[in-house]
């Protein structure tokens, strides 16, 4: 069975680089970005909704200014069992968007 991930911020330095990762291990990969252009090699989300409504992973490659209220967005939409994953170098008002999150989705902090 795949496994599946999506990326937000997939066309930043650090989502491309992410995207790579991930097709290199199998998953299947899709990708959000609204300020650059999504990697050829994954599939392109059309919103920030669609992006993660169906997958297993969520992967934040956000500006940490923007990422606590991503989180709000996303976590009431996010599919049963799923992990919303933050590699932010800030924490602090991610931690606390973090910890608001339903609890059908597991936070994890990188």
Same mark, same amino acid.
């Given at each position: #069975?795949?496994?599946?991930?999506?990326?937000?911020?997939?066309?930043?330095?650090?989502?491309?680089? @992410?995207?790579?990762?991930?097709?290199? *291990?199998?998953?299947?990969?899709?990708?959000?970005?609204?300020? /650059?252009?999504?990697?050829?090699?994954?599939?392109?989300?059309?919103?920030?909704?669609?992006?993660?409504? /169906?997958?297993?992973?969520? @992967?934040?490659? %956000?500006?940490? $200014? *923007? %990422?606590?209220? =991503? =989180?709000?967005?996303?976590? $009431?939409? #996010? $599919?049963?069992? &799923?992990?919303?994953?933050?590699?932010?170098?800030?924490? &602090?008002?991610?931690?606390?968007? @973090?910890? *608001? =999150?339903?609890? *059908?989705?597991?936070?994890?902090? =990188?």
């Amino acid at each position: #069975m795949t496994k599946t991930i999506a990326i937000i911020g997939a066309g930043g330095q650090m989502g491309k680089w @992410l995207s790579d990762h991930f097709v290199k *291990k199998g998953f299947e990969v899709t990708g959000f970005d609204i300020e /650059n252009s999504i990697p050829t090699n994954i599939k392109k989300a059309e919103s920030l909704i669609s992006a993660i409504l /169906n997958v297993e992973y969520v @992967l934040l490659s %956000t500006p940490t $200014k *923007k %990422t606590p209220e =991503i =989180i709000r967005l996303i976590a $009431k939409e #996010m $599919k049963r069992d &799923s992990f919303l994953i933050d590699i932010t170098s800030q924490k &602090s008002k991610t931690a606390v968007a @973090l910890g *608001k =999150i339903p609890a *059908k989705v597991t936070p994890v902090c =990188i």
